[in-house]
């Protein structure tokens, strides 16, 4: 079992930055993948970024491509997003998830995660 909890969130401008915080607690893994979605008011849940044990982030969706960066502190056992040239269509409930799967699997897929923080909302205004 694994917890998660978000933080950082609020408001921002547009082409402003926020820095996301997900902190993590519980069993641990030795490779424990740790990523972070968003669900916009009636949209899907939506996969934004993950990143390895060892510090290997994935891709995201063309609409965050080259603006969200993703690391680890794993003493602090911290993830952070780090978002900039936020838009209006960020704004979103920003979740964390964590799964310590090997093998074959899809990262961008909400249900390869079991582990899941409450989520921070995020709202970008122009």
């Known amino acids: 079992q694994v917890q998660l909890v978000e933080s950082g969130g609020g408001l921002a401008q547009a082409g402003g930055s926020m820095r996301l915080s997900c902190a993590y607690s519980?069993?641990?893994?030795?490779?424990?993948?740790v990523g972070w979605f968003r669900q916009a008011p009636g949209k899907e849940r939506e996969f934004v970024k993950a990143?390895?044990?060892?510090?290997?982030?994935?891709d995201s969706p063309a609409s965050m491509k080259g603006r969200f960066d993703i690391s680890r502190d794993n003493a602090k056992m911290i993830v952070y997003l780090q978002m900039n040239s936020l838009k209006v269509d960020d704004t979103a409930v920003y979740y964390c998830?964590?799964?310590?799967?090997?093998?074959?699997?899809?990262?961008?897929?909400?249900?390869?995660?079991?582990?899941w923080g409450q989520g921070t909302q995020v709202t970008v205004s122009s």
């Open positions: 998830a964590a799964h310590a799967r090997n093998g074959n699997y899809d990262v961008w897929g909400a249900s390869e995660y079991p582990y």
């Open positions: 990143i390895t044990e060892s510090g290997l982030s994935t």
């Open positions: 519980g069993r641990t893994f030795h490779s424990l993948v």
